[in-house]
């Protein structure tokens, strides 16, 4: 196939996966996987399944809906594994009790078991095609997140954490960054023998005080 083909091809898998991440990420439960996995097929395999299913692609029948899947699903889809995250060292070393202060909220939410959520950047390849990474847990996933006006400002998921491995990596000496967020980049960046200091920038008063709270 082609740039072109690809693109439209793209933009079609795209456009579906917004819409079920929005409004359907946990349409896909463990129950149903199991009754498929139960014939002998792979969780992945079974999820894979389920969520061309949920994105009305008909594999069976359509041939263009077929070459989509196996063009992109494989790539696509992880199962993951919680260890991998919260052996991470600030899930493992930084706790905190629910806090509140002006508009903005500190606290946790989670994944449920097989729902659907983006886990690492958008894998481009030289022939146009663009991987887009979707990821799930068999068990549940709690993650921090601070809300402001009930709204999410910011999270520490497994996008978070993958997207920021290279920036991390590369960091050194007297380190400058603009906004607090949840401090993942900054802690991750502390714990470096080769980083002298960090200095943040934030302008949000709510969020520095309540981070100072904890």
């Known amino acids: 196939m082609n740039k072109e083909e690809y693109k439209r091809y793209n933009n079609i898998l795209f456009n579906r996966l917004s819409n079920y991440l929005n409004n359907h990420s946990d349409f896909i439960t463990r129950e149903m996987v199991d009754e498929i996995t139960s014939i002998g097929i792979s969780k992945k395999e079974a999820f894979k399944m ?20 196996n063009e992109y699903f494989d790539e696509m ?58 990821g799930f847990f068999e068990k549940k996933f709690v993650y921090p997140v601070v ?39 900054q802690y991750m960046c502390s714990i470096k023998e080769n980083v002298k200091s960090i200095t943040i920038i934030e302008k949000n008063k709510e969020i520095i005080e309540l981070f100072n709270k904890l």
């Open 147 to 185: 809300t402001e006006n009930n709204r999410l400002w910011m999270s520490i998921t497994p996008n978070e954490i993958n997207s920021m491995k290279k920036d991390i990596s590369d960091a050194y000496g007297n380190v400058l960054t603009f906004g607090l967020g949840l401090g993942y980049f």
């Open 50 to 69: 389920l969520l061309a299913n949920a994105l009305n692609f008909n594999i069976i029948d359509n041939k263009e809906d077929r070459l989509i899947y």
């Open 77 to 134: 889809v992880e199962l993951l594994k919680t260890n991998e995250y919260l052996n991470n060292d600030y899930y493992k070393n930084i706790s905190f009790n629910n806090k509140k202060n002006g508009h903005c909220e500190l606290r946790y939410d989670s994944y449920k078991p097989y729902e659907a959520f983006v886990y690492d950047d958008i894998e481009l390849k030289e022939n146009g095609k663009q991987i887009p990474k979707i």
